[in-house]
């Protein structure tokens, strides 16, 4: 069972780069996320998507965007890297959106320093 | 004040030892507690979950909310190595249809052998 499956698994950016983190779930969930994970803040949610074809912004959207590119798949784009978005990346996945009880699924993390 | 507040640790353990993990939290409208696994470099996993206050047991885990101390508890029994890990607790509302989840920083546990 793949689960949640993030890609890359590290990378190192300059300042101003861009790059794009990909993430595919394979257990026909509706809902996907994307968290970050930083010492001493806990995880906060960036994106999520309800449903395919929706997207909304979560508690730290600046300096991103995504892309629900089908049921599966839900990607992270950074238009312009910056240090402060030095930190490690969580996909996650839940089955129903709103439903009374939203267990998330979480991939193995993408672990991003920019410099 | 944070929503939610746990202490980080690290808390070091014997094996066999129990554990009592907290978080505390200040949103009344807080109604699902979740408490997750994460080892280390990857993602977290669900443990535990509970709508009630009260107590919800699962082998040697046990789950305890108190909606009216707005404090929630996980306790390990004969803790292994094997527990070794960091424990996140969270916490869920209604928000216009959709479940809000936040997050704990996370306690980080070391059961030595």
């Known amino acids: 069972n793949a689960g949640v499956t993030q890609t890359p698994k590290f990378q190192v950016l300059k300042t101003g780069q861009s790059m794009t983190l990909q993430c595919a779930q394979d257990?026909?969930?509706?809902?996907m996320y994307w968290y970050r994970q930083d010492p001493g803040m806990g995880l906060r949610l960036i994106y999520y998507?309800?449903?395919?074809?929706?997207?909304d912004k979560g508690e730290v959207p600046n300096g991103y965007n995504v892309s629900r590119l089908n049921k599966r798949e839900f990607s992270l784009r950074l238009e312009s890297a910056a240090p402060s978005q030095t930190s490690v990346y969580f996909c996650?996945?839940?089955?129903?959106?709103?439903?009374?009880?939203?267990?998330?699924?979480f991939g193995s993390g993408t672990q991003l320093s920019v410099l | 004040q944070k929503e939610v507040e746990q202490d980080p640790g690290p808390l070091s353990v014997p094996e066999g030892a129990i554990v009592s993990l907290n978080c505390t939290y200040s949103?009344?409208?807080?109604?699902?507690f979740m408490w997750y696994r994460q080892y280390s470099r990857k993602g977290p996993e669900l443990l535990m979950y509970?709508?009630?206050?009260g107590n919800k047991e699962d082998g040697r885990f046990t789950a305890q909310v108190d909606k009216s101390s707005k404090y929630i508890s996980l306790f390990i029994r004969d803790s292994q190595p094997s527990d070794s890990a960091t424990y996140l607790c969270?916490?869920?509302?209604?928000?216009?249809?959709?479940?809000?989840?936040?997050f704990g920083i996370g306690t980080k546990l070391q059961v030595i052998p």
């Open positions: 996650a996945s839940s089955d129903v959106q709103g439903a009374t009880n939203e267990k998330l699924f």
């Open positions: 257990m026909n969930h509706n809902s």
């Open positions: 998507s309800a449903s395919e074809g929706t997207t």
């Open positions: 949103n009344s409208a807080f109604q699902y």
């Open positions: 509970t709508y009630s206050s």
């Open positions: 969270a916490m869920s509302w209604n928000s216009g249809g959709y479940q809000k989840v936040t």
